[in-house]
């Protein structure tokens, strides 16, 4: 089984899909081919592959000619993402050929069949199906806070203050004036 990951680059949203290794019609393909989606459940789609990484989660190039895991000395790209300028590291990456060995196949639209993306993956119906309950939640939570707000709002009626504690914070701020006064004369 390949977990293919499609990514829709006008509305930069990506999908997942479980498909099969012999029925997609992937096996042997390389980076940047491209496939139709009939073969993957997208009729009218056309895909193509950007790249993968295999069961151990090592990443596919296209530079790497093959399908078997190679160390190769890289400078960035998938893979290796270097923190210093100029830095390089011998790294294993798979080849651009997709095998048995691989597990996730990324890929790309290329072209745009008649039906939508989030009504072939099911999108929609399961994020309506997942926020009605949640919006019913916050108005209960909402109708709660309201109800536990109320009562205390009644029960500590606001203080006045006494004049004592007025003239209490005065006496600090009349000594403070003093001070400025002594040093100009």
């Known amino acids: 089984m390949f977990k293919l990951v499609v990514a829709d680059p006008k509305t930069r949203k990506t999908y997942q899909k479980e498909v099969s290794q012999k029925d997609s ?28 990484s295999d ?28 923190k210093i300028k100029g830095e390089r590291r011998r790294k294993s990456v798979c080849g651009n050929t997709i095998s048995e060995q691989i597990v996730q196949v990324n890929a790309k639209v290329v072209k745009h069949g008649t039906k ?52 209490k914070e005065e006496k600090p701020a009349e000594e403070q004036e003093k001070p400025a006064e002594e040093k100009k004369e």
């Open 25 to 52: 019609g992937l096996l042997g393909r390389r980076i940047r081919d491209k496939i139709k989606g009939d073969f993957v459940g997208l009729p009218g789609y056309e895909l193509q592959v950007t790249g993968g």
């Open 116 to 167: 939508k993306l989030d009504e072939l993956f099911g999108k929609k119906a399961e994020k309506k199906a997942e926020e009605k309950p949640k919006t019913e939640e916050k108005k209960e939570r909402k109708q709660e806070e309201v109800k536990q707000e109320t009562p205390k709002a009644e029960e500590a009626p606001k203080t006045e203050k006494k004049p004592a504690e007025e003239k």
């Open 55 to 82: 069961k151990q989660g090592f990443p596919m190039r296209a530079d790497v000619s093959g399908s078997a895991r190679k160390r190769k000395l890289l400078t960035g790209g998938a893979g290796f993402h270097p």
